[in-house]
C-alpha cells in the first residue's frame, strides 16, 4: 500500500512558476514508477509527466515539454513537478500516482492515487 500526499498548489501569474511535491509513505517508494496528471475544469484528467522508478527515464505530454520537469528523490520518498513559464491553459488539480510498470501515459496502469493540490494560473 503506498499513500500520496501533494503539495505546492497555488495561484500563480502567468510566466511564473511553482515546484509542486508529492510525499510517499511505505518503505518500497523506490520501487514505482511515479506520474503527475492533471484536470481542468470541465475536462477529462490527463496525463502531464512521469518518470521511472530509478529516475533515469522521463515523460511528457507534449503541453507541458520544455516547461515542465518531473524528477525524484528516493531517499525522501518524494517526487516533484517544477513547472515553470505557466500559462492560463496550465490551471487544473494536479495527481500524482504510482505504479510497478505502468504504460506512463496510461491511467489506469496507476494502482495508487493522492488526494490531488490545485494549481490556478492568472492571465
Known amino acids: 500500500q503506498v499513500q500520496l500526499v501533494e503539495s505546492g498548489g497555488g495561484l500563480v501569474q502567468a510566466g511564473g512558476s511553482l515546484r509542486l511535491s508529492c510525499a510517499a509513505s511505505?518503505?518500497?517508494?523506490?520501487?514505482?514508477?511515479m506520474g503527475w496528471f492533471r484536470q481542468a475544469p470541465g475536462k477529462e484528467r490527463e496525463f502531464a509527466a512521469a518518470i521511472s522508478w530509478s529516475g533515469i527515464n522521463t515523460y511528457y505530454a507534449d503541453s507541458v515539454k520544455g516547461r515542465f520537469t518531473i524528477s525524484r528523490d528516493n531517499a525522501k520518498n518524494t517526487v516533484y513537478l517544477q513547472m515553470n513559464s505557466l500559462k492560463p491553459e496550465d490551471t487544473a488539480v494536479y495527481y500524482c500516482a504510482a505504479a510497478r510498470s505502468p504504460i506512463p501515459t496510461l491511467q489506469s496502469d496507476y494502482d495508487y492515487w493522492g488526494q490531488g493540490t490545485q494549481v490556478t494560473v492568472s492571465s
Open positions: 511505505g518503505r518500497t517508494f523506490s520501487s514505482y514508477d
